[in-house]
């Protein structure tokens, strides 16, 4: 799985349309095994959608996107998640702790 991250350098941008950069993390059962970032100053706002699915993403995580782009990105098969926390990296852990833990019938065990 490839979840795409909208940042602006170690930061998320309050909007999609604002990002400098598109972090692309590599996730296998859960876990991030890789990452590549790809900066955004070659590509108009209106390519950054497209680069998101070319580039094989089935998640956008960013902090708030346009409708119009969402509609585009989920019609095509892009999830979009609204990460709370201003790290990418622990927007990821957000969403994959989302997707592995309050799906498919798992649940998270408190500690004793």
Excluded: W
Aim: charged share 20%; hydrophobic share 45%.
């Amino acid at each position: 799985m490839v979840v795409a991250v909208a940042c602006n350098g170690l930061h998320i941008p309050a909007l999609f349309a604002h990002a400098t950069d598109l972090t692309f993390y590599r996730v296998d059962r859960g876990v991030v095994v890789g990452s590549r970032t790809i900066p955004l100053a070659e590509f108009p706002s209106h390519q950054r959608s497209d680069l998101v699915q070319s580039l094989g993403a089935q998640a956008l995580v960013c902090r708030s996107i346009d409708g119009a782009v969402r509609a585009s990105l989920e019609k095509n098969g892009v999830e979009v998640f609204f990460a709370q926390s201003d790290d990418p990296a622990s927007a990821v852990r957000e969403y994959l702790h989302g997707t592995f833990f309050a799906s498919d019938g798992f649940q998270e065990i408190a500690p004793a």
